[in-house]
């Protein structure tokens, strides 16, 4: 146990983000769900419901569990929350983008039963990755905290 815990506290901030990612991910589904179920929104409009509630979701989640930013004064609250919706905009664009343009290119296998799910795989795991360090770097940057 005490490997574990010492293993957890060398990559907290990875652990944290990959959790908070699959809870993320939670939100977003049951958002979408309640937006088309229970609301009516129809598919585009229980998207974009489910997409702000994700991203909503992990401002917070990345805000104070995975990148430790605590202060909430207005104007470093502002400048990470700009940060991090645009950023979040910038890779949602790019995966609009790259799932057709990598099915296009020959990336078109289904896994799963899914036609062209290869494709989304990869651009998800790009995404993640992107999304992390657009987090790190500049949303919830050191600087951004005091």
Partial sequence: MKKLRDLYRRHREIVNYLLFGAATTAVSWIAYALG?????????????????????????????WVFDSRSWAWPAWLKEAAAFVGGRAFTGLLELVG????????????????????????TTIVVIILNYFLSKFIAFRKGHKK
């Fill in 36 to 64: 088309v179920g229970a609301l009516g929104m129809g598919v585009n409009g229980g998207n974009v419901f489910s997409w702000v509630c994700a991203v909503a979701f992990a401002f917070v989640t990345n805000k104070l």
């Fill in 99 to 122: 799932l057709p343009l990598l099915i296009r290119l020959g990336l078109d296998q289904t896994l799963l039963g899914v036609e062209g799910f290869a494709a989304k795989v990869v």
